[in-house]
C-alpha cells in the first residue's frame, strides 16, 4: 500500500512554541468472523507498506513565538502565586477603560495560600474582605516573603465575592478573587447528588465545581490568543482550551489534570470537528509538569515524525504512560475495488492515529488506514473519486453571519472521525468510537485485530433501529465496581449529525453486552428531551431550556444509578430562545434531575464562537 501524507497536517514539533504565559507555564472493514480474506485485517502490525516520513519543519517564526501575557501588576507594586505552586495563578488587569486599582486572579485554587508579594517601601496592609461581609487580617509570612491569603471556595449562585484590598501608602488595590471575564455560572439541584466535583472547559476557562454548588478550582486560558497570528485566514477565530479533565491515574493512583490546547486554528477542518494542539498534564497542584505532542515512530508500518496531537481523547495511565488521538490528511491507494478511486489512483482521506506512549517510547500505534473496510462502512456520503488534497472554499457558520474561507482539508474526506478511545478495564483492550461510522470498535491492544464491531453497516451484535446511534460521541465501559462482570458500554448518543431533526433527539445509551456471543442483554436510553423542563427559574438566562447536542458530549454513570450528562455543542441550530446546559446529573432510580448547571457567556467576553463545553468529567474530589 502507497500512504503519503500531506505536509501541511503532519508537522514536526521538535521546536514546538512554548506556552509561555497565562501565567507561569512553559513556554479495514472490520475483520469479520469468517476467515478473513486478503483485505481484512487480523493485525495492523503484518501490514505491508512503506510510509515515508512526514516530519516538516514549522517556521522560525512559530518556534521563536511564545504565548506571553505580562502580569498587568498595579504599577508593577503587586505579584500573586499561589503557595503549592499552581500554574498561571497571576493577575490581570481591569477590563473597564481607565481602571487601575481593580485586579483579577488569572486562576485560583479554593482551600490554598495566595501569595501577595508588594514591592513597596510604603506602609503596606492587607486585608481580606470574604463574600459573607468579614473582614480578617492578612498575615505577612517571613518564609514566603509574602502576604499570604487563606481563599475560600466561591459561591456559584451568589454576587457576593471575595475581595483582597491591597494597601500601599494612600492607594488601596482590590485584588478580585473572580475574574471579569468569567463565564457566569448558575445551577439547580433537586437533590441530593452523590458528592463529588465536577470537571469541565467553557469559553476557555477551566472549572472544577462541587456539589455544593461551589467553585473550586478555574483557570483563565483566554490569554493563549494575545500573541497568536496564523500564516493563513483560519475558519475559526483564537484557538481552543478544552477538554480539562481530573484524573486519578490507574497505575500509580496519583491525582493529575490535563487539558488540550490548541496550537493552529488555521489547520481545523471545514466544521472544526478536528485540531491541531497538544495536551498538558498538571500534578494534584494544578502545577503542569508535561507537555504532549505526537510521539515519532520508527516502526516500519507507521513511520512518521513528531506531529500535533488532537483535542478528542487523551487518556493518562500514569505520569509518563499515555493514549493518545491525532489526525493527518494522507494520500491512500488501498481502497477497496468497488469504490471509485480519484484520478490520482486513490483518495484523499483524513486518518486516525491511536498512539500509545510509555516512558518515552511508542509502544503501540494504529490508524484507522490500517483498516481498509473502513472506507465502505463510512455512513455519510463520501466521493472519494473527487477528493484533491487542495483546499477550496467552505461556507463556515459560527455565532454570526456565515463567512466563505478557503480551507485546504476541505480536499480530504473524514471517512472514520474518531472521538473516544477507552480501555476496558477487564481485559485492556480498547473500545473506539468512530462517529462517522455510527459505530462502536473494539480492538485487541497488542496487535490492532478488531474484536467486535457495536453499531453501524458492519454491526455484529444484531443492532435494532431503536438501539442504533447516529453521529456518536464517547463510548466508554461504565464503572466495573457497579455491575460486576457484565460488560456495560455507554454511548453518548447525539443522533443529529448534520440535518437535527425533533423526532431524533440527543439521548444516552447504555448496552449491556454478551461479548463472547455478540449479543446484546440490556438496553436503556435516557431522552434529552425528557429532561426539558426540569428546572424553569433560572435567573442568569430567561430561555427556555433544552438538552440536545449536535457535537461533543458525554455520559458517566456514577454510583446508584447516577448518570452525568455533559452537553457539548449546538454547532448548527441555536435558537435565540434556547439554552443548553453544560451538564446535567439524573438519577435513574428516582428519574430525578439531581444537579444542572448553565453557563452564559460573559458581556467582557467577545467571540463569533459558540459556547460550548467538550466534555464533562465527575470525580469524587
Known amino acids: 500500500m502507497k500512504k ?13 512554541f512554548a506556552l509561555g504565559g497565562c501565567g507561569n507555564q512553559k513556554g479495514a472493514a472490520p475483520a469479520s468472523e469468517k476467515e478473513p480474506e486478503s483485505k481484512d485485517v487480523v493485525s495492523a502490525m503484518e501490514i505491508d507498506y512503506a510510509n515515508p516520513d512526514f516530519e516538516y519543519e514549522i517556521p522560525d517564526t512559530y518556534k521563536s513565538t511564545e504565548f506571553t501575557t505580562p502580569q498587568k501588576n498595579a504599577s508593577d507594586i503587586i505579584s500573586v502565586s499561589d503557595a503549592n505552586g499552581a500554574t498561571g495563578v497571576t493577575l490581570s488587569g481591569s477590563q473597564e477603560e481607565g481602571n ?4 483579577y486572579l488569572n486562576a485560583f485554587v479554593a482551600d490554598s495560600k495566595l501569595n501577595i508579594a508588594v514591592n513597596s517601601e510604603e506602609k503596606v496592609t492587607v486585608t481580606d ?23 475560600e471556595p466561591i459561591a456559584v449562585n451568589s454576587d457576593k465575592e471575595e475581595v483582597l484590598v491591597v494597601t500601599v501608602g494612600d492607594t488601596s488595590y482590590n485584588i478580585h478573587v ?29 472549572f472544577r465545581v462541587n456539589t455544593d454548588e461551589e467553585i473550586i478550582y478555574y483557570r483563565n486560558l483566554g490569554c493563549i490568543d494575545e500573541n497568536y497570528k496564523p ?39 471545514s466544521q472544526g470537528g478536528y485540531s491541531s494542539g497538544e495536551y498538558v498534564i498538571m500534578d494534584e497542584n494544578y502545577k503542569e509538569i508535561d507537555y504532549v505532542t505526537l510521539m515519532p515512530n520508527t516502526d516500519e508500518n507507521h513511520t512518521h515524525g513528531e506531529g500535533y496531537l488532537d483535542q478528542h481523547e487523551f487518556q493518562l495511565l500514569g505520569r509518563d504512560h499515555w493514549i493518545s488521538l491525532s489526525y493527518t490528511g494522507v494520500f491512500v491507494d488501498n481502497l477497496p475495488e468497488d469504490i471509485e478511486k480519484n484520478k490520482d489512483g486513490g483518495a484523499y482521506v483524513h486518518a486516525g492515529i491511536i498512539q500509545e506512549v510509555q516512558d518515552g517510547k511508542v509502544i503501540h500505534e494504529y490508524q484507522t488506514t490500517d483498516y481498509p473496510q473502513l472506507y465502505e462502512t463510512a455512513q455519510e456520503e463520501f466521493d472519494y473519486a473527487k477528493t484533491t488534497g487542495q483546499p477550496s472554499d467552505v461556507q463556515i457558520q459560527g455565532a454570526g453571519e456565515p463567512v466563505t474561507l478557503n480551507i485546504w482539508s476541505a480536499g480530504f474526506m473524514d471517512y472514520v472521525h474518531v472521538n473516544s478511545v477507552a480501555v476496558d478495564p477487564k481485559d485492556n483492550n480498547l473500545i473506539v468510537s468512530m462517529r462517522n461510522q455510527y459505530a462502536v470498535y473494539k480492538i485487541d491492544r497488542e496487535t490492532g485485530a478488531i474484536i467486535w464491531i457495536l453499531g453501524g453497516k458492519a454491526d455484529q ?8 446511534f447516529i453521529g456518536q460521541h464517547y463510548a466508554q465501559y461504565a464503572n466495573k465496581d457497579i455491575y460486576d462482570n457484565d460488560s456495560v458500554v455507554t454511548v453518548y448518543d447525539n443522533h443529529t449529525v448534520l440535518n437535527p431533526k ?12 454478551d461479548e463472547s456471543a455478540k449479543k446484546i442483554k440490556d438496553f436503556s436510553a435516557v431522552n434529552g428531551k425528557d429532561l426539558d423542563g426540569a428546572f424553569n427559574d433560572y435567573t442568569i438566562v ?16 456514577q454510583a446508584n444509578d447516577s448518570q452525568v450528562i455533559g452537553w457539548g455543542l449546538n454547532a448548527l441550530m441555536y435558537p435565540a430562545n434556547v439554552t443548553t446546559p453544560i451538564l446535567t446529573e439524573y438519577n435513574g432510580d428516582t428519574q430525578k434531575v439531581t444537579f444542572e448547571l448553565i453557563a452564559s457567556r460573559n458581556p467582557n467576553y467577545q467571540s463569533s464562537e459558540l459556547p460550548f463545553s467538550y466534555r464533562v468529567y465527575k470525580n469524587a474530589e
Open 4 to 16: 503519503v501524507y500531506g505536509a501541511v497536517t503532519a508537522l514536526s514539533l521538535a521546536a514546538v
Open 542 to 557: 430567561k430561555n427556555s431550556v433544552e438538552h440536545w447536542c449536535t457535537h461533543c458530549g458525554s455520559y458517566d454513570i
Open 100 to 103: 487601575t486599582t481593580d485586579y
Open 129 to 151: 474582605k470574604n463574600a459573607d461581609g468579614t473582614e480578617e487580617d492578612v498575615p505577612y509570612s517571613e518564609e514566603a516573603k509574602a502576604y499570604q491569603a487563606d481563599l
Open 461 to 468: 451484535f444484531g443492532i435494532t433501529e431503536d438501539q442504533q
Open 502 to 513: 425533533a423526532e431524533h433527539p440527543t439521548r444516552v445509551l447504555t448496552f449491556t453486552l
Open 178 to 206: 473572580g475574574n471579569d471575564m468569567m463565564p457566569q455560572l448558575e445551577t439547580r439541584s433537586a437533590g441530593p447528588a452523590e458528592d463529588g466535583v465536577y470537571s469541565f472547559a467553557v469559553d476557555k476557562f477551566f
Open 231 to 269: 500564516e493563513k485566514e483560519a475558519p475559526f477565530e483564537g484557538l481552543m482550551a478544552e477538554n480539562f479533565k481530573a484524573v486519578d491515574a490507574p497505575e500509580d493512583g496519583n491525582r493529575y489534570y490535563t487539558y488540550f490546547v490548541e496550537l493552529r486554528s488555521d489547520m481545523r477542518n
